[in-house]
């Protein structure tokens, strides 16, 4: 009796780990608009005079085992027009990638640069890697965009492709912080 009132508890302890497991990574699919919304922010930016929007980061992980963190941002000048772009940090162990291209939905774009590079720490699984990499993108796409998302894959002179998916609860919570309406 007792060795089956043991088994019955490392049972429900194995289970709720794993349910806890399953709750730290929030899915995607599962941002709520007000959750960008209200995570969105806004700063004055003393330099033009005008404000910085800054959305949330998306974390995910790919099969290439490269560390996704991206968001969009836009910066509006006192007088002018906001301009949008997407920021990731994409980090990753062994080797350089030289990450050096994105394609927008099927077309190139013209506005790819590198923020920044470098290698950190190296231990048991190599070296770290990591590299900052920021697109523009223009206000009509992401209101096109704002009922399905998008992807943007990003290419590596290695050969690496690394898909970047905003989904459209995103794209519509931050359009709505950075044109202020609820």
Known sequence: MQRIIYRIVLLLAISAGL?????ND??????????????????PNSATGGKTYQ??????????????MFSLR?????????????????????QWRYYDS???????STTFKVVGREAGACGDRGCIFRE????????????????????????????IKTELFLPPQYIQGYMQAVNGFN
């Not at 994105?102 to 190139?108: R, S």
């Not at 900052?132 to 704002?146: C, G, H, N």
């Open 19 to 23: 349910l806890a497991c399953n709750q």
């Open 102 to 108: 994105a394609i927008l939905e099927n077309t190139p």
């Open 55 to 68: 959305g949330p980061p998306i974390n995910t992980m790919d099969e290439a085992n490269t560390y996704e």
């Open 132 to 159: 900052v990499v920021s697109i523009q993108i223009p206000e009509a796409f992401l209101k096109d965009k704002m009922k399905k998302g998008f992807i943007l894959t990003v290419s590596s002179k290695s050969g």
């Open 74 to 94: 836009a910066e509006q000048p006192k007088q002018g027009a906001k301009t949008y772009e997407l920021n990731a940090q994409l980090t990753y162990f062994s």
């Open 26 to 43: 929030k899915k995607i699919s599962g941002w709520e608009i007000n959750d960008v919304y209200h995570s969105t922010i806004i700063t």
